[in-house]
């Protein structure tokens, strides 16, 4: 990448960073709509672990969880640092295990054992991907395409 490329993603970073920040939502206290989103996503796509998370500058906090008991991960460890590069579209990570940007990862190799991922960006008014719904297993999978459009969905809702 050159110094060109590399000063518009940082820009792009800041002003995405900037954005999260406004909304004063990380570190806030549990809320019951966001609850109930992840609660649906995990009944939507049949899985154990589903999330709403933020990518700040250095990490991954949890908005809203059900089934991990972590708060936040390193951004350098969180899948969900991987999904928000691409707005308005769905990760999955169908076997994190041979996946090469995944396989060495502690959260694959350790607990919790990640195997499964997907999780759609939480876009705001100005295009900037803040976090993700996201839903984990510890197993092989996929999602379906009523699953996957009813992750964006919820997604859409939380933006």
Not at 52 to 57: A, G, H, K, P, V
Not at 76 to 103: K, L, Q, W, Y
Not at 141 to 157: I, P
């Amino acid at each position: 990448m050159d110094a060109v490329d590399s000063s518009d993603v940082l820009a792009f970073e800041a002003k995405r960073q900037a954005a999260l920040d406004a909304l004063r939502i990380t570190d806030s206290l549990p809320e019951p709509a966001y609850e109930a989103v992840v609660k649906l996503a995990g009944i939507l796509c049949g899985t154990p672990i589903s999330l709403i998370s933020l990518i700040t500058r250095d990490r991954q906090w949890f908005k809203a969880r059900v089934g991990l008991e972590a708060e936040e991960t390193p951004r350098s460890m969180a899948f969900c640092n991987h999904a928000i590069a691409s707005p308005g579209e769905t990760m999955e990570v169908r076997d994190a295990s041979i996946d090469p940007r995944f396989r060495d990862n502690p959260l694959v190799t350790g607990d919790p054992n990640i195997r499964f991922y997907a999780g759609h960006p939480l876009v705001d008014s100005q295009g900037h991907a803040l976090g993700t719904v996201c839903v984990i297993d510890q197993v092989p999978r996929s999602l379906d395409d009523t699953q996957r459009a009813g992750l964006a969905a919820l997604a859409d809702v939380v933006s």
